[in-house]
């Protein structure tokens, strides 16, 4: 039988950002299947020509997805994933790939149901301010600037995986017989139900997790699954206010303890009331609230009278909000966001 190879390698193969070894990896597994007939034999001809045709379609739809240009420059890309040339030939041993990838990774044998489980949407915040995803469990998804999220339509199996690139926050909806998984260039982070940032980017010199409420077991990716040269390491389990860090350097994973992160503040949730306050007013409120600099240089901007209930609210949300009513726009840096008006 053949050794099967981790959903995320194979997952991050269809969207071509493997490395060449990783490549060489997913390919020798594809051509193994030639010469291995053990589950495809059990497969008969009418369920082989589903699985082609729903193949077929379904790669038809994401090429058709490609073509679609955004309906505002200024808001995230969402785009399905490519698929490579080596899936794309829609054969027998194509076929044999969605099969396999089935039984190895969710043992089940209904063949149609299994083209689903790799379909990804790719998200890109492309945008100055902080973007929110809602995810088909209902858990959310703030992307920062430049961040990347990529994740299935609708979950499936016993677990919730996806990954990303950048800073994100979660907030994951509680489900303890699937735990969400997330896997960053350096780590995969683990939770059944809680809310922490991830900032994890090929473009840093470190990787961190932060938590705000409940519990996060924290890794750093293994060699064999991910194409790195690390050996696995125990996980660490963090609550509220502790943090682990990754260092590059040192290839190794820190905890820290009641730790005070000022950028965290704004997940943080409140209650506050306006009433027919100014936005000049409102800023400090806001600022004080959430620890951050909120500022206009508009002096039309500063005059907007604001009448809100915000309950239950993280500052990101109340932005949002901002947004929508008074139609201006924000541009994040950190601590420091700056109100527009559009």
Not at 312 to 328: C, G, R, S, W
Request: glycine share 4%; net charge neutral; aromatic share 10%.
């Amino acid at each position: 039988m053949n050794e099967p190879i981790t959903a995320y390698l194979l997952n991050k193969y269809l969207q071509g950002d493997c490395t060449p070894e990783e490549e060489a990896v997913v390919k020798e597994w594809y051509n193994s299947f030639e010469a291995d007939t053990d589950h495809i034999s059990a497969i008969s001809e009418p369920q082989k020509q589903a699985i082609k045709d729903r193949l077929r379609n379904n790669i038809q739809a994401r090429i058709a997805s490609l073509n679609e240009e955004p309906v505002f420059e200024t808001q995230p890309q969402v785009q399905k994933s490519n698929v490579r040339t080596l899936i794309y030939t829609l054969s027998g041993v194509a076929a044999a790939v969605i099969i396999f990838f089935g039984i190895y990774f969710n043992k089940q044998t209904a063949a149609p149901d299994t083209a689903d489980n790799v379909e990804l949407v790719n998200v890109t915040n492309t945008t100055k301010s902080i973007y929110e995803q809602v995810l088909s469990d209902g858990s959310h998804v703030w992307l920062s600037p430049g961040a990347q999220l990529k994740f299935s339509k609708k979950f499936t199996g016993n677990t919730r995986e996806v990954t990303m690139t950048g800073e994100s926050f979660f907030e994951i909806t509680k489900n303890p017989a699937k735990p969400f998984i997330i896997y960053s260039n350096n780590m995969v982070t683990k939770v059944w139900g809680t809310s922490f940032r991830v900032r994890d980017s090929k473009n840093l010199s470190f990787a961190d997790v932060s938590v705000v409420t409940g519990k996060v077991s924290v890794k750093l990716v293994k060699s064999n699954s991910f194409g790195h040269n690390n050996k696995a390491l125990n996980e660490v389990m963090i609550y509220p206010n502790q943090q682990v860090t990754y260092s590059k350097k040192n290839n190794e994973l820190k905890e820290k303890f009641n730790i005070d992160i000022k950028e965290l503040h704004i997940w943080k949730k409140v209650n506050i009331s306006f009433d027919n306050a100014t936005i000049e007013s409102v800023m400090p409120v806001l600022n004080k609230r959430f620890e951050v600099n909120i500022h206009t240089a508009d002096t039309k901007l500063n005059a907007y009278l604001l009448n809100a209930d915000f309950n239950d609210l993280n500052l990101p949300q109340i932005m949002e909000l901002l947004k929508k009513t008074l139609n201006v726009s924000y541009e994040v840096d950190g601590t420091d966001i700056l109100l527009v008006r559009n």
